[in-house]
């Protein structure tokens, strides 16, 4: 009797089985696995029984499966409590089960067996190939979700044995290893070719009429239409072409010769306008570039652009035509079905070499598109899928995207305001490029777990906006990098309203605006990472917890060198913020602490400000608003700088106190607005300074209106103030 073992462990024996069940199987070792995908158990070999195949997921629960000669099977399943396996009568005589049935894919003799995603696919051989024979054609589907029909499949001819194959010889696998095997070859069937057409073919039940948006002639060769594929007349695009009645429906054919672009050009008004409902665009559309260079089985040259904008707004279009070039140049597809709100289904696209922008915003706005093409390419071009499927809203499931060689804007906001996109793909690229990833989920408010991002080399705005507006995201991939790149992570989770903790960011060495409004309107974020970073860099910080309402406590920063605009808008509107980080900083920056608190309504006491020489609008806004706040901070510079205390306590309604200010020297707008509208502000620093500025005081003190003084000395106050002239 075969016995099961799951990672080591021997589960229940496999019930008795018929010795004529079907001889060959697959038997996987546990080292095959990948983390998080379904499992296969491995049953030992015996003299009596053969092996059978047994499908469980990360939690046991699963299927086992014979497979009879015959055809039939017999489905087993494994009892809740793991001790018995358990007959399931609702999946017999021939019927799959669920999410569990599994491809082999052959290789060399000797090497461990490849396999497919399970999540993704399901049966990939041909009718009447039993999973293990790994001999004849393989099909794998057209598009995501699986086709329900063969002939939607695409037929593969690279997961044959290696060897050439004799119809006699096929391999299966055996202890983990390739074998070649000899006896009953598995019959193969072939899916029926379709029925070659010399044309592209545009059908409705309603009349309709073709036209270019411009009247104009656009293309570089010959067109030609037809409403009976036998009588052609040529196109020149000044006026529309009609439909007529053929074959029980409206219909026009078209077709061309030395044509190597049919628009060519980004601007719009080269599209063409479909003016009609329903209307189906089939056939190979390299026909309308040269049909005689089709029907002798090559693909004609494309130039650039040229299908750009094709069928851009042609809103009727519910079928898409085959685009079976397999290497592509720049801008070919760029808009071509951008806002073709009708269309439900994408085409095969089966390019291995991408070009930049061949696929810039193809289904931009194609609010009905339910399901993704395949996009197998490893290697990307520069901004080829940018805003490839951008607004398109019944968009549930996102294509499998298993690129690890990236290029700058390859993959910019490709899925932006997908609605219902739930589920990201993986993205397994471990060297990152310029904007790779730039706002690619941005607006994906049904994306509840966003893919792991293994990157460790960064690229410019790499991350930027990739989560932006994500309201239902409610946890974030690790971020291991440590070498960062300008704006990598900027935006990148701005506006996840549901995220409530953040990832561990353990960078020391910081670049340019790397955290830019990172976590900014995070309104459920409740604690803010670890920031060890002791080299920092200009905009690094700016606004990255902006308006984190639940923020309580923020986190050390310990940089003693700062950087302009590092800290600007750091904890903005933090209003449930408590307590500040000390800033031991002794080297300013420009802008260095702009707003960093402002709104912090809760913030009771202020950090040591230390500095002693100031920069150009250091503290400007720091703590506007921080209507908590009692006690300023001591200030102890000496060397001013321009705007380097504007409005820094602007609006503080409970501030009693005014730090002494000793500067005898000042800088132009150095204390402007400085405690403006600081209502309980009776005390009031001496102000010894003899060499003013262009309005360094100006409403230094504006809507105090709790300070008493007078001109003339005969009123009542408390203080006696020097005013220099």
Partial sequence: ????????????????????????????????????????????????????????????????????????????????????????????????????????????????PNFLK???????????????????????????????????WQKQDAYKPNTEWDGKTFYRVMGGKWVKQDGVVPQVVEAEPEKTANYLTFASAEPFTIGVNNATKNWDGTLYYSTDTTTWSEWDGTAAVASAEHDGEQRVYMRGRENSKITGNEDTSYGWTLTGVDIRCTGNIE????????????????????????????????TAPALPATELVSSCYRAMFYGCTNLTTSPILPATTLAPHCYRAMFHSCTNLA??????????????YSHMFYGCTSLVTAPTLPA?????????????????LATAPELPATTLADMCYYAMFHGCTSLVTAPELPATEMGVNCYNGMFYGCTSLASTPALPATILADGCYA??????????????????????GCYYYMFSECTSLASAPKLPATTLADSCYYAMFYDCIKLTTAPELPATTLAEGCYSAMFYGCTNLTTAPELPATDLAISCYYSMFSGC?????????????????????MFKYCTSLVTAPELPAAILARDCYYSMFYGCTSLVTAPKLPATTLADKCYEYMFYGC???????????????????????????????????????????????
């Fill in 287 to 318: 026909n309308i570039l040269d049909y005689e260079i089709v029907a002798g089985g090559k693909h004609p040259t494309m130039g650039e652009y040229c299908y750009g904008n094709l069928f851009r707004g042609c809103t009727s279009l519910s």
């Fill in 491 to 512: 935006n990148m989770f701005y506006g996840c309203t549901n995220l409530t903790t953040a990832p561990v960011l353990p960078a020391t060495i910081l670049a340019g």
């Fill in 1 to 112: 009797m075969a016995k099961c073992f799951y990672n080591d462990v021997e589960l229940p024996s496999m019930p008795e089985y018929d010795k004529t069940t079907y001889p060959y199987a697959v038997i996987y070792t546990n080292s095959y696995h990948q983390e998080d995908e379904p499992l296969l158990i491995v049953c030992t070999y015996t003299a009596d029984y053969q092996p059978v195949y047994a499908f469980v997921d990360s939690s046991i629960n699963g299927y086992a499966l014979y497979a009879n000669s015959d055809g039939t099977n017999l489905a087993y399943r494994l009892s809740s409590d793991k001790s018995e396996w358990v007959l399931d009568e609702r999946y017999v005589n021939g019927q799959p089960i669920p999410q569990y049935e599994s491809v082999y894919v052959v290789g060399e003799s000797g090497d461990k």
């Fill in 404 to 420: 690890t060689e990236m290029a700058d804007g390859c993959y910019y906001s490709m899925f932006s305001n997908c609605a219902s």
């Fill in 601 to 621: 309504t809760k913030l009771t006491t202020a950090p040591k400000l230390p500095a002693a020489t100031l920069a150009d609008s250091c503290y400007v806004y």
């Fill in 679 to 725: 209502t309980s502000l009776i005390t009031l620093p001496r102000l010894s300074a003899t060499k003013l500025m262009q309005r360094c005081y100006y409403c230094m003190f504006g809507e105090c209106s709790n300070i008493k003084v007078s001109s003339t000395k005969t009123d009542t106050y408390t203080k006696v103030y020097r005013i220099p002239t």
């Fill in 371 to 384: 399901s993704a093409p395949v996009l197998p390419v490893a290697t990307l071009a520069e901004r080829c």
């Fill in 118 to 152: 399970w999540a993704n696919y399901d049966v990939y051989y041909t009718d009447n190939t039993k999973n293990g024979e790994l001999a004849g054609t393989l099909y794998l589907p057209a598009s995501d979700p699986v086709p329900e029909t063969r002939t939607e």
